[in-house]
């Protein structure tokens, strides 16, 4: 597994070139986020079928990592055949959180930190509900604190961007997305890599 700095910086290099459309990417989606939760009575309900947006917005900076091109229309690319198994995956995944949640906050978010591949996943595998929340469990075995404290690094700069009335998440969310999905490539390694040599061992 590389270190986080060196996630961070692949990241970093990843985006370069793609501020303004990951900005303007980021922007419809807290538009629609913000605008829909703004609805009285029907809000949440709403948001909750846009989870599926959510889903598309990490796979673009996933892209990104993957040296693909990305293009706005893409921030639509959950409302497809396969909604239905975004939404539902991405439903259970979060109803799993909020009950760990309740129980304590600390147990909610290391849940939260062993779900986070479930995105990834279900981009790159027909796997859907606790099959690819599953796979992500055992893909984070180990790494859970590393994942965590990749993201707490940003908490200071989230501090700033509050400064600038919000206006520096536009910048800072595609950066931190960026780094999950770099994240996500080096555990999916890692974990096809140990695949390999227990099935190796098996064989033999």
Not at 41 to 65: E, N, T, V
Request: aromatic letters at 16%; one cysteine or more.
């Amino acid at each position: 597994m590389e270190k986080n700095s060196e996630l961070r910086k692949q990241a970093y290099e990843a985006i370069d070139g793609h501020w303004s459309l990951s900005a303007l990417i980021t922007f419809v989606y807290m538009l629609f986020n913000i605008g829909i939760s703004c609805i009285p009575k029907i809000g949440s309900p709403l948001q909750i079928l846009l989870l599926p947006m959510a889903w598309a917005y990490s796979i673009l900076f996933l892209r990104l990592i993957r040296k693909e091109e990305i293009r706005f229309s893409q921030i639509f690319d959950g409302f497809t055949n396969e909604y239905l198994r975004y939404l539902g995956t991405l439903l259970l995944q979060g109803v799993y959180i909020i009950l760990w949640t309740l129980l304590l906050v600390v147990p909610g978010v290391m849940k939260a930190c062993s779900y986070s591949m479930t995105y990834y996943i279900l981009k790159d595998e027909p796997l859907s509900y606790n099959r690819a929340i599953e796979k992500s469990m055992l893909m984070m075995e180990g790494y859970k604190m590393k994942f965590f404290l990749m993201n707490l690094y940003f908490i200071g700069w989230g501090i700033l961007c509050l400064l600038t009335l919000g206006i520096g998440f536009l910048w800072l969310g595609p950066y931190v997305t960026t780094c999950n999905a770099a994240f996500y490539e080096d555990v999916k390694a890692d974990f096809e890599a140990k695949m390999q040599t227990a099935n190796t061992a098996a064989a033999e």
